[in-house]
Structures are given as structure tokens and as C-alpha cells.
């Protein structure tokens, strides 16, 4: 252990009683959590070793997780770059992810419900919604699982009509000639079946689509 590690002085960290400020002997400042500061025993006139430095990352990385699966469920692909992107280390956050996921706290399945039944709700297709769940590195299966009830020919249906009349709501002015390719096109976009979106587009402006 270097001499620039021993701490000369312990202190409090303004509006952080969760923390302590270790000043060093080479004039520089670590602040560790408080129970960092006690699992190690760091205190004036001893070294802060290399493990409470790795257990105090680790820690703030595990709490960092914490906060985000309170806000919703979260793939192992979501949680680590949410952690990445707080600038915790690559290997700081796969070490929570893994031990997170290990005790349940991963919901994968979940996560794939909840943003189906939102994307559902925003009159978007199984299709985009299941592209969106690939890209949040949700398994095959989940997304399958979660898109199962938006699949089935029916909820297709009525799903379609429904994007299908805002869009025309907001199109009231197209050309009429301009209004059954603006539709089709539309409903492709948002992730519908061929079907599902032949079966809206007849119902709201008749006759076949050739």
C-alpha cells in the first residue's frame, strides 16, 4: 500500500450522512459510504486498501441498480447500460447484474408484459413491439409470451381499426385518392400483419385492396 493512501483525517460529506470524506496524506479526497468506512475499518492514521475501494464501487453500483429496477422491470441488457451510462465500471455492473439476476430480481418476463401492454395501449403492432423487445435483449421466448394475446387474429383486428381511425382522424384532409396507400403504409409501420391491417383498411374505406 502506497503512502498517498493512509488517511490523515475522516470526515462528513455535505448532505450525504450515508458517506465519509477520507483526506489522504498525498492532499487528496476519497469519499467512501459509511459502510465501506466500517466493514474496513478505515480510519485516521491507516491505509485504505485496494478492497474497500473495489467494495465501495461495487456497492454504489448495486445501489445505482436498485434505483432503476424501481422504476420498472429490467432486462440484464437495460440494466447494465442504464449503469454504464452513470459511469459505473463495465465490470462493477456485471458483477451486480449477475448476482441481482441470480436472486430473482431480473424479470425478464415482466419487463416484455409491461412494455407490450403499453405498446399496445399506443396502437402499435406485435411486430414492432417484439423488434423492440429484440432490441432491449429480451429472450425469443419472452417476447413471444408477451406478444401471444396481440398476435391472435381478433385482438389483431381490433387493434389495427384503432390505429387505423386516429390515423385517419389526423389524415381527415389527404386526398382521397392518397388515403388507402397512406393507410396500408401506415398500419405496416406500426408492426400489423397483412391481414389484420387488409381486414381494417376494408372496414374503413370498403371494397378490396388489390
Known sequence: MSEGREVRKLG???RKPEERRALLADGSGIDLLLDTVVKFRIRAGAPVPEEALAFDRRERA????WRLLSRGPQTRTTLRRGLVQRRHRAADADAVIGDLEARGFLDERALAADLAERRANARRGPRMIEAELAMLGVAEEARREATARLREPAAQAELARAAL?????RKARLAPEKVREAAWRHLASRGFD???????????LGGRDE
Open 165 to 169: 381511425a386516429a390515423f385517419l382522424k
Open 62 to 65: 448495486r445501489a445505482a441498480a
Open 194 to 204: 397483412a391481414d389484420a391491417a387488409r381486414e381494417a383498411v376494408e372496414e374503413a
Open 12 to 14: 462528513p460529506v455535505p
